[in-house]
């Protein structure tokens, strides 16, 4: 019988990251899970999960985590924050930490996880980028990072892909998760007027397309991002 293989998902205790978690483990997957806190997480027991809290601000701290952790053969970069503060009032410690969580930390963990990853000539890797990477966003740090967090998959897929190695995002609209918070009503309802069936995305809806670029979608989709996004910015 072959050993499980091991999926890390990051900021997979809710949201998004949560739906791709019971996925996984439904899937007979070891599932590792980072976040900066567990308090009410659903899957906390669970056998096949293992709850690593860490916070990916950290970016120094990331080689020996990685090296903490069972071999990885499936990464999911989905942790990300969102301040949601206007461009001309944005503290710098707070440009920093978007930075780290979503740009510099996922470009600290595919390098370490890719390791083992082109020793075996195999693996998976999938970002949660966003479609303020595409389209320009009134949270200006976000929407750099996300459209960095694209330009990351490209770039690493073109490393990677000839050793095997996929490397794929999505790009979701908004998703009815804790984010949501942070939009003004005025935005949520100018968002809703531009998809088609005027709703966001479901928290799960995205993670079924992670899932999908994670375990079956063919090694020849390499390098791309798949818009998750009604309509609103079809291309």
């Not at 949501?180 to 809806?205: C, D, H, M, N, W």
């Amino acid at each position: 019988m072959h050993d499980k293989k091991t999926v890390l998902i990051t900021g997979g205790n809710k949201g998004i990251g949560l739906d791709t978690s019971k996925l996984f483990v439904d899937a007979g997957y070891a599932v590792v899970v980072l976040a900066r806190d567990f308090k009410n997480f659903p899957l906390q027991g669970n056998p096949a999960v293992q709850s690593v809290e860490y916070d990916l601000a950290d970016i120094e701290g990331i080689p020996q985590l990685i090296t903490s952790l069972p071999p990885i053969d499936v990464l999911v970069n989905n942790a990300g924050i969102m301040y949601a503060l206007p461009y001309d009032g944005y503290p710098a410690e707070k440009v920093e930490q978007i930075l780290n969580v979503n740009m510099k930390a996922p470009v600290a963990l595919i390098t370490e996880v890719s390791k083992n990853m082109v020793a075996k000539g195999a693996g998976r890797i999938v970002n949660n980028a966003s479609i303020a990477g595409e389209i320009g966003h009134p949270d200006v740090w976000y929407g750099i990072t996300k459209a960095g967090m694209i330009n990351i998959t490209k770039s690493f897929a073109k490393i990677l892909g000839p050793q095997g190695v996929v490397v794929n995002a999505v790009a979701p609209g908004p998703a009815e998760t804790e984010m949501l918070a942070t939009i003004p009503e005025p935005r949520k309802r100018a968002i809703k007027s531009a998809v088609y069936t005027g709703r966001f995305a479901y928290p799960q809806e995205v993670a079924r397309a992670m899932f999908w670029l994670a375990t079956d979608c063919p090694e020849y989709i390499n390098g791309t991002c798949i818009d998750i996004n009604n309509g609103a910015f079809p291309r």
